[in-house]
């Protein structure tokens, strides 16, 4: 069976930005230990009882001292213990001391405010250094009270009692750009309104699927049944190491192409006819690569002429997935950590020549899809202002097969992310949790339809095993963005559209709201860069449901409607001081209607009031309405006086 990620392997590669606590332990006394997120910088949750549990010697006595508080333990017969500790009101900096006989834990500059979870895939866990305007809005931080603590990515069979590493750093030029941007920017809009300080538990992975959140019990699934999946999970885990043995031989376990850190595989004179041909731009998964993580070199070549050589010139690269460093004929030009990036790099006349010149790429990848991907209207070179197309059939080499022992899909198997990255932290008492997740589950209808039953047992079973928090603590969420190609014709069918009609049918239970994103997505970019715009709207949200503030948090919502005379009349929620259209012409677009046929077109539009009236020439009895639904709603205009978009709706249920 597959085994969990050694925890002492992430916290090694953490350590450069952990804040860890102070510790004074005697001889013979090494086993007072607290949980990882208590730690300097932590902030704790107002106006609830403080927990805090540790691990000392078995019936050790424990003191535990915070801000005039003092309660005390005994550990147990397996050396547990838990305290607890009065509520407090906002406030701070504190220190909490922890005390044996031979060891005592201080934890500096300790605040009371509120705290919210962050949770979900990439456009949660997407940092503020890759987002719009990175570079302003990192030097303009400067708010200590703003804390992140960014769990390791990490999973386990069974429920862990600690994450496997991370700190709480503050909201500071030197931390802030690794900070996710909606946390930061919900975090920083609720410090405007709210005044206290704020403390996000960010608990994201990438690509991962809703169902790896979900505990076992919260799933309904039997012991039995996670064997399978995991037994499943290794037997595929060991057909692509033998896939990819059958097409490298042995896999190479150190990169041979960066040698005591000289770049062998840059060289321009390196022979290269052994090397295979790979399509760029692609993942190599699409190459036959399948399951492999670790480092590849990509070269290719270009010719320039004499004067070519001696002007300014660049090479875009488009997004590469993970890290890259680029070379040009052995000259170092740039390099880049993070996926969601993407390349272009100057190249200085003396790294060029006249006649053939070398482009050599280094690609690391730690999981997932790797290589030099996106649009080939990305990959190219620009001399003089003159672009040349690079993308085609480049040259391919693997450097180091570093296979993650948990594969390639760890982070869609049901539970896991749960077991490790969220139960560890259920004993913390929070505010409410933030979620933006749902784009891998929105691949077919069918799996967008389903995410309706999962996302409602993600809410309910959070809510149920936190404990210290209230039994409907606020759940908040943004709705999926525009994501793809416009439609040329109204869709009969959208997975996207289907996935966020999933998601407001959450909007039922207790405490919950959703943050509508469907102006603030790119056509042809997962991970849009506009965060600022989804954390404004994440903490208006907040600001209604959480903390009772009279403030419009939504764009219009449908309410109902009327036929009447060829033209359907749809009346609206939250209007926000009143209906308007974003078009410059004022036209109302995003609109298709349908009559018994069920056959949509696109329709006309404008607003009367407080309704909107809908009707097409071409549909004399319609019957049903739809707005904004399809995956890349680009004509949708609809919005309040406030500034928030229409939700998308369909009155019919087809």
Not at 27 to 54: E, I, N, T, Y
Request: aromatic share 8%; with cysteine.
């Amino acid at each position: 069976m597959i085994r969990a990620a050694t925890p002492a392997v992430v916290v090694c590669i953490a350590l450069g930005c952990v804040s860890l606590p102070s510790v004074a332990q005697m001889p013979g006394q090494q086993s007072l230990r607290l949980p990882k997120v208590f730690a300097d910088h932590m902030v704790l949750q107002r106006d609830a009882r403080v927990p805090v549990w540790g691990w000392a010697a078995p019936g050790a006595t424990v003191s535990v001292t915070l801000a005039g508080h003092t309660a005390r333990a005994r550990a147990d017969t397996l050396g547990a213990w838990a305290a607890s500790l009065p509520a407090m009101r906002a406030g701070g900096p504190y220190d909490m001391a922890v005390e044996t006989t031979g060891a005592r834990i201080a934890i500096r500059d300790v605040l009371v405010g509120d705290v919210w979870v962050a949770s979900g895939q990439s456009n949660m866990e997407f940092t503020v250094s890759v987002a719009k305007d990175a570079a302003k809005e990192i030097a303009a931080a400067n708010d200590p009270q703003i804390r992140h603590f960014k769990v390791p990515n990490s999973w386990a069979e069974s429920p862990a009692d600690d994450v496997v590493g991370g700190g709480w750093e503050l909201a500071d030029p030197q931390h802030v750009g690794q900070f996710s941007a909606v946390a930061y920017y919900f975090a920083r809009d609720l410090r405007t309104s709210i005044g206290i300080p704020i403390g996000i538990l960010n608990a994201t992975w990438g690509g991962s699927n809703i169902e790896t959140w979900i505990s076992r019990t919260g799933r309904g699934m039997s012991e039995r049944e996670f064997t399978a999946v995991m037994d499943a999970e290794h037997g595929y885990n060991q057909r692509l190491r033998d896939s990819l043995t059958a097409r490298l031989g042995a896999l190479p376990t150190t990169d041979g192409g960066l040698v005591d850190g000289r770049a062998l595989w840059a060289d321009p004179a390196l022979d290269e006819s052994s090397w295979r041909p790979i399509q760029v731009p692609a993942y190599w998964e699409h190459a036959g690569y399948d399951g492999m993580d670790g480092v590849v070199w990509y070269r290719t070549s270009f010719v320039l002429t004499g004067d070519e050589a001696k002007r300014d010139a660049r090479v875009s690269l488009g997004p590469i997935d993970d890290d890259d460093i680029t070379w040009v004929n052995g000259v170092e030009v740039g390099r880049t950590q993070g996926y969601l990036m993407k390349r272009t790099y100057a190249l200085p006349p003396a790294a060029l020549r006249e006649g053939r010149n070398v482009l050599a790429i280094r690609v690391s990848d730690g999981g997932g899809g790797g290589g030099i991907n996106g649009d080939p209207a990305q990959v190219y070179l620009d001399v003089g202002g003159v672009r040349r197309p690079l993308a085609g059939t480049w040259k391919f080499r693997v450097g180091q097969v570093a296979m993650q022992p948990d594969g390639q899909h760890i982070n869609k198997i049901p539970t896991i992310l749960y077991n490790q990255m969220v139960h560890p932290l259920q004993r913390v008492p929070v505010k409410g949790v933030i979620w933006y997740q749902g784009e891998s589950n929105a691949n077919n209808d069918q799996q967008a339809a389903e995410y309706r039953r999962l996302f409602e047992k993600l809410i309910t079973s959070w809510r149920r095993e936190w404990s210290g928090a209230d039994s409907a603590f606020p759940f908040l969420w943004a709705q999926l963005p525009n994501y793809g190609r416009p439609d040329s014709t109204p869709p009969a069918h959208a997975a996207w559209a289907t996935q966020r009609e999933s998601m407001s049918a959450a909007l039922k239970l207790p405490n919950t709201g959703q943050a509508i994103t469907i102006d603030v997505g790119e056509a042809d970019n997962l991970h849009p860069l506009n965060k600022q715009d989804v954390g404004h709207r994440l903490a208006l949200v907040a600001r209604r449901v959480a903390y009772g503030q009279s403030v419009v948090s939504s764009g219009p919502t449908y309410r109902r409607h009327t036929v009447r005379d060829g033209r359907l009349y749809i009346e609206f929620a939250n209007l926000g001081g009143g209906l308007v259209s974003r078009a410059p012409d004022g036209a109302v677009g995003g609109f298709a209607i349908a009559g018994a046929d069920r056959k949509l077109v696109w329709a006309q539009a404008r607003i009367e009031g407080d309704r909107v009236v809908v009707w097409s020439d071409q549909v004399r009895e319609p019957i049903a309405a739809r707005y904004a639904w399809s995956n890349s709603p680009a004509a949708a205009t609809l919005y309040n006086r406030a500034g928030l978009p229409a939700a998308p709706f369909r009155t019919d249920a087809w």
